[in-house]
Structures are given as structure tokens and as C-alpha cells.
């Protein structure tokens, strides 16, 4: 997690004590197991347990994971995230090829591909990126390949490279409203420039499904939540996820509010009615959701072939 002196209070107050719905049950079972012991020999860093998502036990009892490319260090600090903070080590070169080995023997039929932020190398790991993306297409060619990327610092080179290399799916989240923004993300992840990398990717010609997600209980209004699934549509966001922030340690953004299961499904309703493809809402949906994953892949099985 980021260190004490990049967050030097912490934040204890608001409500401390999550409800039933949020409580998960502990990662066990063959299928569990499986997916941890391919993750460890290969040395891939999962966001699963990176950023302690609270549905690990589903997916990778389910045979899914959601891996994170480039290390574990981000050079970032956005106020809400778990990922440890500070000056990365070198790219593994051949992290590409573990990944794509790691795919092909888990025989995934849809996979995604995070990473954190590395502002230190010059195209933010855009190759590093279209290498993992071109192995596993060689390597695992029945693998679906989301990517979720960062911003690249809106440099359209970069998103160039991504989109060459041909992911299935390309995601990038803008987390939460815009007013919050600057309270919640790192100083160098604006609202508006997240906007924009989601747009340009969705004109390309690669003819990319594009996906978001937001974070709710930060202190957002449901008038700027509107706002912002109006923001999403007009740049030809696909699909959206929205799930309960969950505050990682007493140095992060503290909980505003635990949002009930039924408020998420006015939220679901509410992002509907702009006409995304899919909304996933729920307490525990993260970016990479099983639901959204398999909706996802069933619209490019019917729609277009590989």
C-alpha cells in the first residue's frame, strides 16, 4: 500500500463497520488452488491480490484471474487504490510470454489484462502492453483479451500501439464523478483527459468494445453519477460497471456511505437509460466482473468472429 508519509493522516472517520452484504466468504477449493499455484509459478502480480478484491474467491474458483502487467510498484498515488506506491524496477521482458503460458494452461476463455502506472517509461508500457496482447493471441488463440489500461497521459502514440496489437475489449475507468475526481485519483488522472482516451480508442478502426467503471460511497450525488453515465455514453462507452469503494487502510479515502443493494439497482436502472450495452451494479462488482465479462463475450461471439 502507499506509505504513511504520502498519506500522513489517517482517515478513521464515517462508517467503519461493513453489512452483511458486503461480507465475502474466504478463498478455498480446488479451483482456487489451481489458479494460485499457475499465478505463482509464472511470477504474475494479479490485481486480485494487489488491490484485495473482495471477489477473489469467485473467480479463481471459477478459473479466472485478472492479471496485472509491469510489477507491483505504481507511480501514482491516487488516494483510493491498494497498490504499493513509489519507483518501479525494470520491465521483465519476459513477462509476456508468462502470461501467455499462464493463459494457455488455465485455458481461459476470457482474460483481463491490468497494470499499474509507470509514468517513468517513455511510452507509460504501451509496448509492454501490445506484447503480452500479441502473445496471448498467439499462444491462447480462444482467449478473449480485455485490457485495462491506464491513461497514458492521453498520448494518442500510446493508445495507438495498445489498439494495434488488437485487444478484444479495451477499458479504462474514470472511478468516480468529475467534482471528486481530484480528491480520489492521483493529480495526473483528470476526468476529463479519461474522457477522452475512451473516446479516441472508440473511433479507432479497430472497431474496439469499450468499458468503464465508478466507484460509489465517496460522497458523490446521484445527480452527478447521472452526469457522469451521460459523460460515458457520449464518448461511446459499451459498458459500465459500478460497485461499493472499500477502504483499504486507515491511509486511505474513508467510506462515505455503504450503499444498499437496492440503491444499486437504481443506479443499474438509472445508467440503463443512456443505452450502455451492459451495466453491472452491485456492492461487490469491480471493473473486471464475471457477469460483465461473460455478456461481453457472448456479444462478440454473436456480432463478429475473432
Not at 508519509?5 to 482517515?11: A, E, S
Not at 496485472?68 to 507511480?75: A, F, R, S
Not at 525494470?90 to 493463459?103: M, R, V
Request: net charge positive.
Amino acid at each position: 500500500m502507499a506509505t504513511p508519509d504520502r498519506f500522513p493522516q489517517p482517515q478513521t472517520s464515517g462508517p467503519t463497520r461493513k453489512p452483511e452484504w458486503l461480507k465475502v466468504r474466504l478463498p478455498h477449493g480446488d479451483g482456487y488452488e489451481r489458479v494460485k499455484s499457475i499465478v505463482r509459478r509464472t511470477k504474475l502480480s494479479t490485481v486480485c491480490e494487489e488491490a484485495r478484491c473482495p471477489n477473489i474467491a469467485e473467480c479463481w474458483g471459477g478459473g479466472t484471474a485478472t492479471v496485472m502487467l509491469m510489477g507491483e510498484v505504481c507511480t501514482r498515488a491516487c488516494r483510493f487504490c491498494h497498490v504499493k506506491v513509489g519507483a518501479p524496477p525494470p520491465l521483465d521482458p519476459d513477462e509476456p510470454e508468462h502470461l501467455a503460458q499462464a493463459a494457455s494452461e488455465l485455458g481461459l476463455d476470457y482474460l483481463v489484462v491490468t497494470s499499474v502506472n509507470r509514468d517513468d517509461l517513455p511510452d507509460g508500457g504501451a509496448a509492454h502492453f501490445a506484447a503480452a496482447i500479441r502473445a496471448l493471441r498467439r499462444r491462447s488463440p480462444k482467449t478473449r483479451v480485455e485490457v485495462l489500461i491506464p491513461d497514458f497521459q492521453g498520448v494518442k502514440r500510446d493508445l495507438d500501439t495498445v489498439a494495434f496489437a488488437r485487444p478484444h475489449v479495451v477499458a479504462h475507468n474514470i472511478e468516480t464523478v468529475e467534482r471528486l475526481t481530484p480528491s480520489v485519483r492521483d493529480r495526473r488522472a483528470t476526468y476529463r483527459q479519461s474522457l477522452q482516451v475512451l473516446e479516441y480508442l472508440k473511433q479507432r478502426p479497430e472497431k474496439l468494445y469499450t468499458k468503464s467503471s465508478i466507484m460509489v460511497g465517496l460522497g458523490e450525488s446521484d445527480e452527478e453519477l447521472r452526469q457522469a453515465f451521460s459523460d460515458l455514453r457520449s464518448v461511446g462507452v459499451d459498458v459500465v460497471t459500478i460497485g461499493q469503494y472499500l477502504q483499504p487502510s486507515p491511509y486511505h479515502l474513508k467510506v462515505d456511505r455503504f450503499v444498499a443493494p437496492e440503491k444499486f439497482d437504481e443506479y443499474r436502472a438509472m445508467a440503463e437509460s443512456f443505452g450502455f450495452l451492459y451495466v453491472a451494479s452491485g456492492p461487490l462488482v469491480r471493473s473486471s466482473y464475471r457477469a460483465a465479462e461473460f455478456f461481453i463475450q457472448g456479444l462478440m461471439e454473436r456480432a463478429r468472429p475473432v
